[in-house]
């Protein structure tokens, strides 16, 4: 039976609180102590456990038989139970009473295939959250293979869902990888929620799995090449990385593959204007665990409602249909818990106070309380579970208010405000505190930036940016800050810069290939995105993307729709990804 299937009759497993009181608990649990009112002696080995028979009875569906069977004579007090050690006998009757047991990663592999023995079934989900609490990449491989030997399917589920999320650590640090099958093997790397950058990683791991015992593993490369998304390599890796490898090349049984990822790149690279067909199953794109939500801005001379996704695994841009019932421009947008909160800024004539909520999975919106003042040109971000949101207009002055919500109250409440005035400046956090940098006071355009550190309530003046930058995109990339494009009071601005909080500086980045102000921007697939915005002559819907391990810029695919004062955020491990993602995979 499933951990979280409780029959009805023993629904006192799942739902303690309503069904079975504390205090009730203790007195019985006292009464088993002191031996009163017991009607039963349970032997395990040399020790001998008092017991209250409907108590057992209401936790396991064994001991129920056990005591009601027409053969049990009710006038036997001992009951002999083998094949279990008395300790783990003792947690079991302590479940039995108090709904709770001492589990831990020394008795876990004892106590849940007894549990499962003895059919206590709010103990063996005890133990499956137990296990999930304790996923590592060393040990999510063997927790899922245990899961399976005791069907636990929430317990697997959650196992292979940890597994696909983290296997690139999966396949640095665990030992387990080394020691699957290759059916296992082929069932990991092929599967579509494999949470890789690029197919790189997956046929790196092919090679360390086959390199673990090569004589016997080589056997399958054909195989296991059908698990890579060639079609996704570029030309250059595939001719000079995997069809020459001593493995590939001289194996009869890889060629066909070969030849049919070859003729499919070839003719990619000879028609650059061509769409990769994302239907063909060499280039069938994995699901992204990550989804990048781009909110609202300005566009076409008003303010618009459009919300698009970006499918990083695609590289597409897909229209949500879900929008809001009206627009909005120069706010902010922060995630927590899966919702997504539109904070403040501005539809062409109301600046807004107001906050709206966006359920993914739902795909409602709702209003949820206003912030204590107007704020278009915005700053948030989270830190913790509060969103932060900073400086603004309200349409007379700009602010150096600061407040915060707290989603689980509904309630926003101001903290210390900053040292300067500012709107269109950016925020980010990085180590538990909230960096802001840039914007307009009014009179000019900022180099200034401040930290803000919760614990004392105070906000700390930082090195100043090596240039002004209002309309900035700030983001916490690689335990630094980064400070991209806007405007300068001239002009619109390619140049980025970085602040690393432990020397205290400022260091010069790469140019991005747009100039731009008020864009949207974020970290996902590790890299920063800059998204959209203003070049100085018209909104844009150019992105592009900036790889730390490169020092690079990329370009990658064009929103639908041009436009500036938009706003992203990231929601990670959607359940309904789904629905945000390009369907032609």
Known sequence: MEEDEVPNSHAMDGTVGKKFSVEACNILWELRKSGQLCDAIIKVENREFPIHRNIMSACSQYFRTLFTNELFDTNTREVVIPGVSAEIMSLIIDFAYTRDAAVTAENIERLLPAADQFHVMGLVKLCCDFLISELTPENCIGIRRFARTYFCHNLERAAFRYLMLNIADVLTFSNEYLQLDIDEICDILSSDELNVRNEELVFDAVLRWIDYDHDTRKEYIARLLKTIRLGLLTTQYFVEKVKVHPYIKDNDSCKPVIIETLKFLYDLDMDEDKELDLNNPLAKPRVPHEILFVIGGWSGGSPTNLVETYDTRADRWIICDAVDTGPRAYHGTSTVNHIIYVIGGFDGVEYFNSVRSFNPMTKEWKEVAPM????????????????????????????????????????????????????????????????????????????????????????????????????????????????????????????????????????????????????????????????????????????????????????????????????????????????????ER
Request: glycine share 8%; net charge neutral; with cysteine.
């Open 372 to 583: 204590n003042a107007k704020r278009c040109y915005v700053s948030t971000t989270v830190l913790g579970d509060r969103i932060y949101a900073m400086g603004g207009y309200d349409g007379q002055m700009r602010q150096n208010t600061v407040e915060r919500f707290l989603p689980t109250k509904n309630q926003w409440s101001f903290v210390s405000p900053m040292n300067h005035r500012r709107s269109d400046a950016s925020a980010t956090t990085l180590n538990d505190k909230v960096y802001i940098c840039g914007g307009f006071n009014g009179h000019e355009c900022l180099s200034t930036a401040e930290e803000y550190d919760p614990n004392t309530n105070q906000w700390t003046l930082l090195e100043p940016m090596r240039n002004r930058r209002s309309g900035i995109g700030v983001i916490a990339y690689k335990e630094e800050i980064y400070a991209l494009g806007g405007f300068n009071g001239i002009t619109r601005m390619n140049t980025g810069e970085k602040y690393c909080p432990k020397s205290k500086r400022w260091k010069t980045i790469p140019e991005m290939f747009n100039p731009r102000s008020n864009f949207a921007i974020e970290v996902i697939d590790e890299m920063v995105f800059a998204i959209g915005g203003f070049n100085g002559v018209t909104t844009i819907f150019n992105v592009e993307c900036y790889d730390a391990s490169t020092d690079e810029w990329y370009d990658a695919t064009d929103m639908n729709l041009n436009r500036s004062a938009l706003s992203a955020c990231v929601v990670k491990e959607l359940p309904s990804v789904q629905d945000y993602i390009h369907k």
